[in-house]
């Protein structure tokens, strides 16, 4: 086979594994949540984490904790794990839930882009919602961000959603497993919110919790996102942090669905609820 075979071969391949994570994921968004309404999705994604938001502000003025930077950063963070967590739970264990999940395993494409662009919309949700939290916090509450600072704090922001997207895909792989997964994602929920610093200085936890949180995703980004917003610039160090985290769950993610789905088709419960 020449080398100009060969790149068209592979050049082929790439694209049908693009297609399935994009278009695979959008079919799969767009079907597990054709329930969802507009005012759904402003109540449940955009609304309650800028209720979070302002709850703890002006609790932490109250407090005399940390100032009001402090809050708003790391709320604009975590905000992304409402859609993240509950979504990549929901695009493994809705399959399950809804029946379809038979089907999804009967393809003969490689699981990981399967999945991985399940996840995908999630990211992009998350995105959405801490971009969202970040701008009404600063027309809101008076937060200024350095211009410079912009284009970093994208990219933490979007390290940050993939992360916890990815997160989340591991819960749901747990989905295969168990019954009511739901009850770890909403366990998974509050420990981010407590053990990330978004809103608790980490300083002030004990060590044992500091370290549970340095293998959390959004812990990284929200360190990288205040020290970005105070003019440090980009702190690459935790920004290769937050990517490392969510590179682990990810493999995680890979790892703990192809032994539950393995399990799950030798003890033929792939269908049971």
Same mark, same amino acid.
């Given at each position: 086979?020449?080398?100009?075979?060969?790149?068209?071969? @592979?050049?082929?391949?790439?694209?049908?594994?693009?297609?399935?994570?994009?278009?695979? *994921?959008?079919?799969?968004?767009?079907?597990?949540?054709?329930?969802?309404?507009?005012?759904? #999705?402003?109540?449940?994604?955009?609304?309650?984490?800028?209720?979070? @938001?302002?709850? #703890?502000?002006?609790?932490?003025?109250?407090?005399?904790?940390?100032?009001?930077?402090?809050?708003?950063?790391?709320?604009?963070?975590?905000? =992304?794990?409402?859609?993240? +967590?509950? *979504?990549?739970?929901? =695009?493994?264990?809705?399959?399950?839930?809804?029946?379809?999940? %038979?089907?999804?395993?009967? $393809?003969?494409?490689?699981?990981?882009?399967?999945?991985?662009? /399940?996840?995908?919309?999630?990211? @992009?949700?998350?995105?959405?919602?801490?971009? #969202?939290?970040?701008?009404?916090?600063?027309?809101?509450?008076?937060?200024?961000?350095?211009? %410079? =600072?912009?284009?970093?704090?994208?990219?933490?922001?979007?390290?940050?959603?993939?992360?916890?997207?990815?997160? *989340?895909?591991?819960?749901?792989?747990?989905?295969?497993?168990?019954?009511?997964?739901?009850?770890? $994602?909403?366990?998974? =929920?509050?420990?981010?919110?407590?053990?990330?610093?978004?809103?608790?200085?980490?300083?002030?936890?004990?060590?044992?919790? /500091?370290? +549970?949180?340095?293998?959390?995703?959004?812990?990284?980004?929200?360190?990288?996102?205040? !020290?970005?917003?105070?003019? *440090?610039?980009?702190?690459? %160090?935790?920004? %290769?942090? !937050?990517?490392?985290?969510?590179?682990?769950?990810?493999?995680?993610?890979?790892?703990?669905?192809?032994?539950?789905? /393995?399990?799950?088709?030798?003890?033929?419960?792939?269908?049971?609820?």
């Amino acid at each position: 086979m020449s080398f100009l075979s060969l790149s068209r071969a @592979l050049t082929r391949r790439v694209v049908r594994t693009l297609r399935l994570v994009v278009v695979g *994921g959008a079919i799969s968004y767009r079907a597990l949540f054709n329930w969802t309404t507009p005012p759904m #999705f402003i109540g449940t994604l955009l609304v309650s984490p800028l209720l979070q @938001l302002l709850f #703890f502000v002006f609790l932490g003025r109250q407090l005399r904790v940390a100032d009001d930077r402090f809050y708003l950063l790391g709320n604009a963070v975590v905000s =992304a794990s409402t859609a993240c +967590v509950y *979504g990549g739970t929901m =695009a493994v264990a809705n399959e399950r839930r809804y029946g379809t999940l %038979g089907a999804v395993l009967l $393809s003969p494409r490689h699981r990981a882009p399967l999945w991985f662009g /399940r996840a995908l919309p999630y990211v @992009l949700n998350g995105l959405l919602i801490s971009v #969202f939290t970040l701008t009404v916090a600063t027309l809101l509450l008076g937060l200024r961000i350095p211009v %410079g =600072a912009l284009p970093g704090l994208a990219a933490v922001l979007l390290a940050a959603s993939a992360g916890c997207s990815v997160f *989340g895909l591991a819960l749901g792989a747990l989905g295969l497993r168990f019954r009511d997964v739901f009850l770890v $994602s909403n366990v998974a =929920a509050s420990v981010l919110l407590l053990l990330t610093g978004a809103n608790v200085p980490r300083e002030t936890l004990p060590e044992w919790m /500091r370290a +549970v949180g340095d293998v959390l995703p959004l812990t990284h980004a929200a360190e990288a996102a205040r !020290e970005l917003s105070a003019g *440090g610039g980009l702190d690459r %160090g935790r920004l %290769g942090a !937050e990517l490392a985290t969510g590179a682990g769950y990810a493999v995680l993610a890979v790892v703990l669905l192809a032994v539950f789905e /393995r399990g799950s088709r030798r003890r033929a419960t792939l269908d049971l609820m």
